[in-house]
């Protein structure tokens, strides 16, 4: 890519700082506020599971005794960039948080930890830091959205990668930073962004941490610029920008232009995905395919001789591959990016919830039988990266042959999920960790940001002792 006579940076600089609450849509505001609802609930969720256990000890290692900064659903004390690296890992750790399809990227697990660390640390109150979140959304998504779905294909996560320069930008704002401190922000974000997607190959951890660590890094970045610290002016488009350095033969497909179109007129937030299953979003429409079928036609183990699952291309690397460990998982992550395990699961229990993650369930062998039964074919109907499509054709014991076909996912841009029922999946992560009374009030408290609080009082409130 070449360099521009003005830097993608200092457009984005001069988006991030003209942005005031104010001047951001009313109904824009409303979805902000449920797509953070929903981060929250999942992140009380996440703390009932043993990842959570482990980060916190760790993070509290690093904290060391002077940690004061709450974290979401804890009673722990850390300090504030660790408590947007530990917030970011419960958001995103079970892989039921929000996604922007085009960009193929979780931007509210980093961006709001970044939004709410920031603005508390700097004492700001809560429509501000609503005002960084929207602005960190839209600028996620744009970025995520110039990739075309390349990064993933050469094994970077877009959510930890692309998330560092959205959370410079949102710590910028919110630390009150010029347009060229801003910008150099945004430079020095390119030398510590990351997210390698090699944990597809044992269900690792480490994808969970990256928009956590991404949030931290933004505000590790923005506060160096405040201080003078000088980085790059073109971290996007420059020789060895963040697009050419990252996508190898695949930057021959990427739109430069996606980065800075429509800012402030065509908002991205709206367009922002709810889960309505606790797995990679690629597997979903497939998910609810085979739940399809099974509700339809009564399916039992003994009834199914075979399955094929059509996917996008593009998404095979993710959830159909390496062959092995997708058709017998090695751990809950890894059943979360499972095609067959997540697809087998459906067709025998009629959904895949978060109880398809307990070890009870990752060692049926009734699911285990049907999911090494299961293959995959690349779907050439796919809409991808607009919908991420599946279809689940089954073959019968007598021969007979079953399908349907899911062609926008749930969840997505023309099928999206309501605010009620946001509401409902955050009751019901929430009855995972706490009482009614508790999610009542957190989610009182959530939707009416803006309304006079201080982000202060926000991140206390959504601690456990809150």
């Not at 007598?398 to 009620?420: A, F, K, T, W, Y």
Request: glycine residues 10%; proline residues 5%.
């Amino acid at each position: 890519m070449v360099e521009r006579e003005h830097p993608i940076s200092e457009t984005l600089s001069g988006f991030a700082l003209g942005l005031r609450h104010e001047s951001i849509p009313a109904p824009v505001l409303e979805r902000a506020r449920y797509l953070i609802l929903d981060a929250i609930g999942i992140a009380h969720a996440s703390t009932h599971y043993e990842f959570a256990r482990c980060s916190l000890s760790a993070i509290q290692e690093l904290s060391g005794a002077e940690g004061q900064t709450p974290v979401i659903g804890l009673a722990a004390r850390v300090s504030p960039r660790d408590a947007m690296l530990m917030n970011g890992i419960l958001i995103h750790g079970l892989d039921y948080d929000d996604t922007h399809a085009a960009g193929i990227i979780h931007a509210t697990a980093s961006t709001f930890p970044c939004a709410l660390g920031t603005a508390a640390s700097a004492g700001l109150d809560a429509q501000a830091m609503l005002a960084a979140y929207v602005c960190g959304m839209e600028v996620a998504a744009r970025l995520a959205s110039v990739a075309k779905g390349g990064l993933h294909q050469v094994g970077f996560h877009p959510t930890g990668l692309v998330g560092a320069f959205a959370c410079a930008i949102v710590s910028g704002k919110l630390l009150g930073l010029g347009p060229a401190q801003l910008a150099s922000a945004q430079g020095i974000a390119l030398s510590v962004a990351s997210g390698s997607m090699e944990f597809l190959q044992e269900g690792a951890w480490t994808k969970r941490m990256h928009p956590g660590w991404a949030a931290a890094a933004g505000f590790t970045c923005a506060t160096l610029a405040r201080h003078g610290f000088q980085g790059p002016k073109h971290p996007y488009e420059g020789r060895f920008g963040l697009f050419d350095s990252h996508l190898g033969a695949w930057a021959e497909h990427a739109d430069i232009t996606l980065a800075i179109a429509g800012l402030g007129e065509d908002w991205e937030l709206p367009k922002v995905n709810i889960k309505p299953i606790p797995a990679c979003h690629f597997t979903h429409a497939a998910a609810d395919a085979a739940a399809h079928l099974r509700e339809r036609h009564g399916l039992a183990g003994q009834d199914i001789r075979a399955v094929r699952v059509l996917v996008p291309a593009e998404v095979v690397k993710t959830v159909c591959e390496p062959v092995s460990t997708k058709k017998r998982p090695q751990n809950s992550y890894d059943a979360q990016f499972s095609l067959p395990y997540i697809v087998a699961t459906a067709l025998l229990r009629g959904r895949f919830g978060l109880t398809a993650l307990e070890d009870a369930a990752l060692h049926d062998e009734q699911v285990l039988a049907l999911a090494s039964r299961i293959e995959y074919e690349a779907d050439p109907l796919s809409p991808f990266p607009k919908y991420y499509s599946g279809e689940v054709i089954v073959t019968l014991a007598d021969g007979r042959e079953l399908r349907h076909r899911e062609q926008v996912n749930r969840g997505g841009e023309d099928r999206p999920i309501s605010n009620d029922d946001i509401a409902r999946k955050f009751h019901e992560n929430m009855a995972l960790v706490t009482d009614s009374a508790r999610a009542d009030r957190v989610r009182e408290l959530v939707l009416s940001i803006g309304s006079g609080m201080t982000a202060r009082s926000l991140q206390q409130s959504l601690a456990a002792d809150g």
